[in-house]
């Protein structure tokens, strides 16, 4: 008996030209991945989401002989393009492009090491040759990887842009499910085009991956309706968002006192006329050693929301509120790299010219709701922490009737990192079920409400108040 040969396989690969092919998926791959990463929250963009690894697990199943590298530089490329803001930002700061370089291409190394890990494993489960499987597998993997200490960061980053649909955000009600569902979608993708062109093992290869994502699209809708319809009840308190309108990152620190001065004084004064209940300022505004003091003034009629370090040896970075008659805190726990806290300090040998911290601040243990009327528990993020779903989830295990993000976006205007530090805000309201204020020096300042829509935004680089009944 003779048997018929195996069906090539069908669109991409062809063996006249597999080097060509091969590159022409990578190609593929990083031109969707820049456009969906550069353009991040774009409503245009965002759908890319929903294909943009497609090309690269095609390439991994017809062209990768080494599934560790190959899964290593999948995950590797990825990284860069998620973390060239960071990178833009550490080079700025520091005065170096090779520190933001190397910033950049360790954290995505790191990242990497995970994707080709999913890769490894792969080729000995029959099961994971199913593309739209092997996308779960990558999700778990980068599930793990978020509870692991010190590598909690970057999260899973690929479904974020998809909250600028808000039936999306509401349906899937993470951002990491949204992810799970990402991946799954670019395995189904990438099944279909490696399916063999007969149509009977066309249907087997395709049908059940479907039928699982369907299923567990549902079984999420499902949850999502037991959970209950967003809230946007009011909560009974006028805010104020103060922008100042002033960078804070890089004019120069013997007149920053001043800068704030003016602004905040500026903002308080028309809070005051607005009749807000509370005025909510940046991070960033004061630094002091064990009492409380500002360079702006505080009046006992407008309880105030703002940034501030305080100690010395170790110091620390802290939301204070102002309620007329004294200070109550809460101090910040997921500190930036490489700006708040240089990894192996005394391990690596950094050259003196570079502009680090002279030292590092240290993660907070006070973490409490701030009241500035009785009734309205605030749960306070202060710049970064908005990156990090657990420091949202725990203001609101703590019964936060509201949460608030206070920033200093300064240091990331002209990068990417703007609107991804926005949208991470919007998850945080949609996962919390919270209404959620966000307020930077700069911008963005915003009102976000339980399903993650901007109902409010005041535009970047200007001072101005944005007043808002809750």
């Not at 494993?121 to 793990?144: T, V, Y």
């Amino acid at each position: 008996m003779i048997e018929s040969p195996i069906p090539p396989r069908a669109g991409i690969a062809t063996p006249e030209h597999p080097r060509r092919n091969s590159l022409l998926l990578l190609a593929l791959g990083f031109g969707l991945t820049f456009i969906h990463l550069f353009w991040y929250g774009s409503p245009w963009t965002a759908w890319l989401a929903g294909c943009c690894y497609a090309p690269f697990m095609v390439w991994l199943q017809e062209y990768s002989k080494r599934p560790f590298l190959a899964g290593w530089v999948f995950g590797l490329f990825y990284g860069i393009m998620n973390e060239t803001w960071l990178g833009q930002f550490a080079a700025k700061y520091t005065g170096s492009t090779f520190v933001g370089c190397l910033m950049v291409f360790i954290i995505a190394g790191v990242w990497g090491c995970f994707y080709g890990f999913a890769c490894w494993i792969r080729p000995k489960f029959r099961l994971l040759h199913n593309m739209s499987i092997f996308g779960m597998l990558i999700f778990l993997m980068e599930f793990g990887r978020m509870n692991v200490p010190q590598l909690e960061y970057p999260n899973c980053p690929i479904g974020e842009p998809l909250v600028v649909y808000p039936f999306v955000a509401v349906v899937l009600m993470s951002a990491y499910y949204c992810a799970f569902f990402v991946l799954i979608a670019n395995g189904l993708i990438a099944d279909r085009i490696l399916a063999p062109t007969s149509r009977a093992p066309q249907k087997a290869s395709f049908a059940k991956p479907a039928l699982i994502f369907v299923s567990c699209f549902i079984l999420v809708i499902l949850l999502g309706l037991l959970r209950g319809k967003s809230s946007e009840k009011k909560i009974g308190i006028r805010v104020a968002l103060g922008q100042l309108g002033t960078d804070l990152a890089y004019s120069d620190e013997d007149q920053k006192p001043s800068l704030i001065r003016a602004a905040a004084n500026d903002l308080t004064s028309q809070a005051v006329a607005q009749h807000a209940e509370v005025l909510i300022l940046p991070e960033g505004l004061a630094h002091f050693d064990v009492r409380p003091d500002t360079p702006f003034r505080l009046l006992p009629n407008m309880p105030v929301i703002f940034g501030a370090q305080h100690g010395r040896s170790p110091t620390y970075q802290a939301a204070y509120l102002w309620d007329g008659i004294g200070f109550s805190h809460t101090d910040k726990r997921q500190l930036v790299v490489m700006g708040e806290q240089v990894p192996f300090r005394n391990v690596i040998p950094w050259p003196k010219d570079l502009k680090l911290p002279d030292g590092d601040l240290i993660n907070g243990t006070e973490r409490h709701l701030l009241e500035p009327k009785p009734g309205v528990r605030i749960g306070t993020l202060i710049c970064y922490e908005s990156m990090f779903w657990k420091s949202s989830q725990e203001f609101a295990d703590m019964q936060a009737d509201l949460l608030a993000v206070i920033s200093l976006d300064d240091w990331y205007m002209g990068t990417n990192g703007i609107p991804r530090l926005a949208i991470c805000s919007q998850w945080r309201a949609v996962e919390t079920h919270k209404w959620l204020v966000r307020v930077g020096s700069l911008g963005k300042t915003m009102i976000i409400d339980p399903s993650g829509r901007v109902v409010a935004e005041i535009p970047t680089g200007i001072r101005k108040l944005l007043v808002f009944d809750l």
